[in-house]
């Protein structure tokens, strides 16, 4: 059974960071896209961050590009997503996700990551 299990969310002041991981356990991961997403309290998960496999193509959606990054560590199973000058806007649910082809490059949409992960709470407070 494949399993995506994020960590390191947390509360953190505007202004501060966090570094999120998404632990994959079932299944390897190193030869796969992955992403990240975010769900702001009632509105729509929408599209972060997404690295290919080999981690030389990154892809970041408009709101989080400069201030996030992407990476993965294929040895331990493991991607990354690495928050600086986290805004209010950025509080949300993220949620790790792994698409299952062997496309090139990853994809920013939702449709093509079939495992998902439980999320984990990133709340920025003023």
């Known amino acids: 059974q494949v399993r995506l299990v994020e960590s390191g969310g947390g509360l953190v002041q505007a202004g501060g960071s966090l570094r999120l991981s998404c632990a994959a356990s079932g299944r390897t991961i190193s030869r796969n896209p992955m992403a990240w997403f975010r769900q702001a309290p009632g509105k729509e998960r929408e599209f972060a961050a997404a690295?290919?496999?080999?981690?030389?193509?990154?892809y970041y959606a408009d709101s989080v590009k400069g201030r996030f990054t992407i990476s993965r560590d294929n040895a331990k199973n493991t991607v990354y997503l690495q928050m600086n000058s986290l805004k209010l806007e950025d509080t949300a649910e993220y949620y790790c996700?792994?698409?299952?082809?062997?496309?090139?490059?990853?994809?920013?949409?939702?449709?093509?990551?079939?495992?998902w992960g439980r999320g984990t709470q990133v709340t920025v407070s003023s």
């Open positions: 690295i290919s496999w080999g981690g030389a193509i990154t």
């Open positions: 996700a792994a698409d299952w082809s062997t496309r090139s490059f990853p994809s920013r949409l939702e449709s093509e990551y079939s495992t």
